[in-house]
């Protein structure tokens, strides 16, 4: 996690961010540390990532890369400003417990890909359609060594994979039907007879923007249908209020960056 010293929306990248709408930079920081404190509380070690003066959406720690036993797929990012941030990342992965892997290809990380190891044999579900490349699919399959899913994302509001999709243990997945292409929703269907299936009012209040630990699902505060339905699949819903973090477009799991060893 990296948390938001510096976090404003000075320009705009997607649906959600509006530069004529002033963030509350202190409560910013104080539901961060809200959520990496909640974390901590059930079990988790959180690294904490040093932010960057001029690098104002590095609160998405997710972004940064994508790992997977050990191996690290790192980020190309597609719009400039963040472009720097992916040295950041790569400099936390130098760790000689780290395989780091440069990539070629646009890509944005978790944002855009998740790993379900107990699925198919272990299989990584990636989207693409508004920030990674598909190119970035093939490439992280050579690099990770497991299956990569594309499925193709098409509306803009849900730019990025885990605004549309997460995983809640290593079988199964939560996932917005429509914000998929017609074909990508019969490859998920297929794949995930047992999803748990959201509506537009649950992903508009990122309640698939979520982290799972297999037993605790943490998402935010708006997202009360979301968690009622995670609780009749038999998840415990932790609620952590993330309205400011929402104002750049990324909830709980755009903050937090999941490291696979």
């Not at 959406?57 to 997710?62: K, L, N, P």
């Not at 309640?207 to 037993?215: A, H, I, P, Q, T």
């Amino acid at each position: 996690m990296c948390p938001p010293q510096h976090f404003t929306v000075e320009y705009a990248i997607n649906p959600w961010m509006d530069t004529t709408a002033p963030v509350d930079a202190a409560l910013a920081v104080e539901q961060w540390d809200l959520l990496r404190t909640t974390l901590v509380d059930l079990g988790h070690t959180v690294h904490v990532l040093d932010p960057v003066a001029g690098l104002p959406d590095m609160v998405y720690a997710a972004n940064g890369a994508f790992s997977v036993d050990g191996t690290v797929y790192g980020a190309r990012f597609r719009y400039p400003q963040r472009a720097d941030e992916a040295v950041a990342h790569r400099a936390f992965y130098q760790d000689p417990a780290w395989r780091f892997a440069d990539p070629e290809h646009v890509n944005e990380g978790e944002g855009d890909f998740a790993y379900l190891p107990g699925a198919h044999g272990g299989v990584i579900l990636a989207g693409y359609g508004f920030r990674t490349e598909p190119a970035a699919h093939a490439e992280a399959q050579e690099m990770l060594g497991r299956p990569v899913v594309s499925l193709r994302l098409v509306d803009p509001a849900f730019y990025h994979l885990d605004t549309a999709l997460a995983a809640l243990d290593d079988h199964n997945v939560t996932y917005y039907p429509a914000a998929f292409s017609a074909s990508a929703q019969r490859v998920l269907a297929q794949l995930f007879p047992d999803a748990v299936l959201a509506d537009r009012a649950d992903a508009e209040a990122f309640g698939l923007n979520l982290v799972s630990d297999g037993r605790h699902v943490v998402l935010n505060t708006e997202a009360i249908a979301m968690a009622e339905k995670v609780r009749a699949a038999g998840y415990h819903p932790v609620h952590v209020e993330l309205t400011e973090l929402k104002r750049g477009g990324g909830s709980v799991k755009c903050a937090v960056a999941e490291l696979r060893r």
